[in-house]
């Protein structure tokens, strides 16, 4: 099991321009939240999704910003225009169903808006 | 409202003593908690959760209801122990809920 994939590791935008940002999660899992961690602070949550659901967006900014996760492929986190404010890292995480097992984290994208 | 504090940013301590990162949340209700580390270029992975009660690595936590608090403690630290480390809580069905982290404390284990 290769564990949950994030690419791409690092991407560098304009600003003004999309960031997209890719989650395989692990084999058998079904859910997948997004987390973004700004310089000098923890991870915050931002969106949990299942598969052509969303599930809990209450983290998500309420511009620009969006998430799916479709019944094939990965779950993409998308940002629109993006601003100086959104560098930053994010995480994606995944669990199997049924909630009784934890998260396993993605490496993460590193985003940087010049 | 939810939230986790570790006060401390920073920890160094020497190689062999003992080692307590602290953790205290704030939440309504049962809470799972959780410790994740980070080891340099190395992605967050699970340490312990207190409903497993177990050791992992020579680290436990306890969790106190009383103190709503979740320290990691080991005994003899080592250098291979330096990392990042994240306290986080989540609700009573870890996998369907999100995770509210805490700052992180990086620890240092000095030689």
């Known amino acids: 099991n290769a564990g949950v994939m994030q690419n791409p590791r690092h991407l560098v935008r304009r600003r003004g321009q999309e960031a997209r940002l890719r989650c395989s999660p692990m084999?058998?899992?079904?859910?997948v939240y997004w987390y973004r961690q700004l310089p000098e602070e923890g991870l915050k949550f931002m969106v949990y999704?299942?598969?052509?659901?969303?599930?809990?967006e209450s983290g998500m900014p309420k511009e620009r910003f969006s998430a799916e996760f479709p019944k094939e492929g990965p779950s993409i986190l998308r940002i629109q225009q993006v601003v100086r404010g959104d560098s930053a890292a994010y995480f994606c995480a995944s669990s199997p169903p049924g909630g009784r097992d934890t998260q396993y984290f993605g490496p993460g994208t590193r985003l940087t808006v010049l | 409202a939810q939230r986790v504090t570790q006060p401390e940013k920073l920890l160094s301590v020497f190689k062999g003593a003992p080692v307590e990162l602290k953790c205290n949340y704030s939440y309504s209700g049962s809470p799972e908690l959780f410790w994740y580390v980070q080891y340099s270029r190395q992605r967050l992975q699970l340490l312990l959760r207190?409903?497993s009660r177990e050791s992992i690595k020579g680290f436990t936590a306890d969790l106190n209801k009383g103190e709503t608090s979740f320290h990691l403690k080991k005994p003899f630290a080592q250098e291979e122990d330096s990392a990042m480390y994240y306290c986080?809580?989540?609700?009573?069905?870890?996998?369907?809920?999100?995770?509210?982290f805490g700052k992180g404390t990086r620890l240092s284990v000095i030689a």
């Open positions: 207190h409903i």
């Open positions: 986080a809580l989540s609700g009573p069905h870890s996998g369907n809920t999100p995770l509210v």
């Open positions: 999704l299942q598969k052509e659901n969303i599930i809990d």
């Open positions: 084999k058998g899992h079904s859910h």
